[in-house]
């Protein structure tokens, strides 16, 4: 390829979801109620968890993590799209883009790590509950979260510097939502063979890795729940883990799928639905999930808006 078509590039253009004003006016005012939910949602369970001292545990600590790479991972693309809803010209700069990809990269890959440590989590909780305290102590919590977020980080840096170093020449149309790693793989004009490579390393270490995790401490939980005699003692024993499954269950399902076959022929349409799957709906489920599903949560709700209307009720003007 000559040197003449490659030319370095100050910004992109993002397709986004759809061309048509009207649409887009609608999806401005969806997605902003679903990011200010998501914000919200979040923001209350870690403050929650702060508040209630019976919250302070490992999963709470845990959970904690997971609510702030929610919010983060939302908001390193969402703000973004939305702007560009109201905006004629759909640009970002080159180093927008570049730290869109890092961060986006980078939390999704947090998110991930920080699901196959609750699972361990909930595997000592149920199968060794009398070691519980000791072997999930402060220290291993700490050392666990600093893992997850050091090697997403390292993750999102080594794929971010790979896919930037490919010549893009003129084209710098990106058919997608966010400046998202397969995207501008695409946008290269040479061979990018080595890359696609990087990608599946990266995706076997990120998702399969954590995934088998998962899966062997779920085998090893409901092994150890079908031993248990009683049938409250079983249903007492579900309950621990069926929040941290559920969740587990959406984040995991089209994850694989999408960006483990990076040779397989993409359909655009599918990879824009999936980002948004996890740009906005994984982020505003989360929250639901754990105050709906967790008793523990529901009854540190109840006691706080307990205490709020006891407080309000002492006031003079009340």
Not at 46 to 59: A, F, G, K, N, S
Request: glycine fraction near 4%.
């Amino acid at each position: 390829m000559g040197t003449d078509n490659q030319t370095w590039l100050s910004e992109f253009i993002l397709l986004g979801v759809s061309g048509d004003r009207g649409t887009q006016l609608f999806l401005f005012v969806l997605f902003l109620i679903m990011y200010l939910m998501i914000v919200l949602g979040n923001i209350l369970i870690v403050i929650l968890i702060r508040l209630d001292t019976r919250l302070h545990t490992p999963m709470y600590f845990f959970l904690t993590n997971l609510n702030l790479v929610d919010v983060s991972y939302a908001t390193s693309i969402v703000p973004q799209m939305l702007a560009h809803f109201l905006k004629e010209e759909k640009t970002i700069p080159y180093v927008s883009c570049a730290a869109q990809l890092f961060f986006s990269l980078g939390l999704g890959g947090i998110e991930f790590l920080l699901l196959a440590v609750m699972a361990y989590d909930r595997y000592v909780a149920v199968c060794d509950p009398l070691r519980y305290s000791a072997i999930m102590h402060t220290g291993l919590c700490a050392r666990l979260v600093a893992a997850c977020w050091a090697s997403g980080s390292l993750n999102s840096l080594m794929q971010t510097a790979v896919t930037f170093q490919l010549p893009m020449c003129t084209n710098n149309v990106i058919d997608h939502i966010s400046c998202e790693t397969l995207a501008l793989v695409r946008l290269a004009c040479v061979d990018t063979s080595s890359n696609e490579v990087a990608i599946m390393a990266s995706s076997i270490v990120l998702l399969m890795t954590p995934f088998l995790l998962v899966l062997l401490s779920y085998i090893k939980i409901i092994s150890t729940i079908l031993k248990i005699q009683s049938t409250e003692g079983r249903k007492k024993a579900f309950q621990t883990c069926a929040s941290h499954l559920t969740v587990v269950s959406l984040c995991y399902g089209m994850t694989i799928f999408t960006y483990i076959q990076p040779h397989s022929s993409p359909n655009i349409l599918q990879e824009k639905m999936i980002s948004l799957f996890y740009a906005l709906l994984i982020p505003m489920l989360n929250p639901l999930i754990y105050s709906v599903r967790n008793k523990e949560v529901k009854g540190a709700w109840q006691k706080l808006l307990g205490q709020f209307y006891e407080l309000k009720s002492k006031l003079p003007f009340s």
